[in-house]
């Protein structure tokens, strides 16, 4: 084997040079579920390439997702050396250090040589998310997994336009792949984004338009739900078949689950088995719906939300609904805004004790009713739950102001001139969707000329 690039199972790409030289995101998810059990691979992950990515010398992790580093999966690569993005607060680089891997963290926006045919180049996001730039033999692969390229995408535009082959591997689909398990207070189930099926290959074509690549590769966006109480989020998951649908004809389609050729763009498809779901009952993931909360577990979620500034400033109150019984936690008297998370305890305290509560969001088999607000993302610019628990707080271990404005400082300087127009662009975004519905033609023709030419 020479220089080729394998994409399978979810985000996991294998870079050779004869020899497998770098894999990244490598999830064995048709053996180690992620989110509390609820996701597994939609397809298996044929054994000899199994056995590649184990033998790859170098590990590269995009950020701690259980679909990307899932912890069992992680014990698999105890001798591989692991290469982390430069990630403010550098918690994985710590906690996979003091657990005694070989792990070294990448300079930010440098290139680094693995071999003669092989450098690579990291990009942080502030969402503790990253970008890996993978340069074979003078082709390139834009790696944006889950992290997209807000604070980025110029920058990638520019290197890109030194390639005659570049591909893009990045989140798309519907988009189940975040919290949709969400109620209104009457008990109405709120339709997810999800359910409108936009064409997946739109998406493409505008992320491939941002970074300037020529080519597509799916990735990134290939799990399904196996337990009981997530199993309703499978009709919203995106079929393999249909990424390229109203892709646009300038950009080349490479299917999924591929080995490409660096040398002569030769495509080998790997036709992995699709993996047919048996439904699992939550119980064997420690989640037993009848299991109450005690006095200990409650003060350990009241210590670990009283940290965090902006939701003590935002949020009247949040409830977790455990076991039947309500359990509140108040917070802004003066505010009338608040959620209740319907969640079994094990999985609840597992996200709380290990500072991962995002992993609940993203399980999907959560619920979460809103009061007086219209989403876990509602806030002015950065300052919403989403972020400042599960990005800043969780994985950046910044919780107070005062650590959320050096958080975002840091960010907002790796980013230069493009974390400025950024912000520009999101209350540009926000005029204009109340001058012109999200869903119409209008919108999205602004949409399509503004990021081709940007």
Known sequence: MSQTVTSIGNATIIVHDKTPVLTTDPWIGDEDPAYFGSWILSHEIPSNVKNQIYESKYIWYSHGHPDHMNPTSLKRFKKNRILLPDHKGSRIFNDLQELGYDVSILPDRKWVTLTDNIKIQCITTLIQDSVLLIDVCGKLFINLNDAGAKGCSRYIKNLSKNYKKSFLLALSGYGDADMINLFEEDGTQIEPYASKKYPVGQQLTLIANRVGANSVIPSSSFHQYQREDSLWAQEYTTPHDIYNH????????????????????????LNPKKIIVEPKNPIIYGDNYSDELDKNDIKKIKEYFSRKDFINDYFGFLNFRVGGKDNFIYMNKNS???????????????????????????????????????????????????????????????????????????????????????????????????????????????????????
Do not use: Q
């Not at 490479?254 to 495509?267: A, G, K, M, Q, R």
């Not at 619920?367 to 989403?386: A, P, Q, V």
């Open 246 to 269: 109203e892709l646009s004809t300038d950009i080349e389609y490479f299917e999924p689950f591929t080995t490409i050729d660096c040398n002569t763009l030769d495509v080998e498809n």
């Open 336 to 454: 009338s805004k608040g959620v209740t998370f319907d969640v079994p305890r094990g999985s609840l305290m597992t996200s709380i004790n290990y500072r991962i509560f995002d992993d609940l969001l993203i399980g999907n088999f959560m619920k979460t009713t809103l009061h007086n607000c219209s989403s876990l993302y509602e806030g002015i610019g950065y300052n919403n739950f989403n972020f400042n628990v599960a990005k800043f707080a969780d994985n950046g271990l910044a919780e107070t102001k005062e650590e959320v404005k050096e958080y975002l400082k840091e960010y907002k300087r790796r980013s230069g001139y493009e974390y400025f127009l950024n912000m520009f662009e999101d209350k540009s975004k926000s005029f204009l969707v109340r001058l012109i519905p999200r869903n119409s033609y209008g919108f999205a023709l602004i949409k399509k000329i503004y990021t081709k030419y940007s």
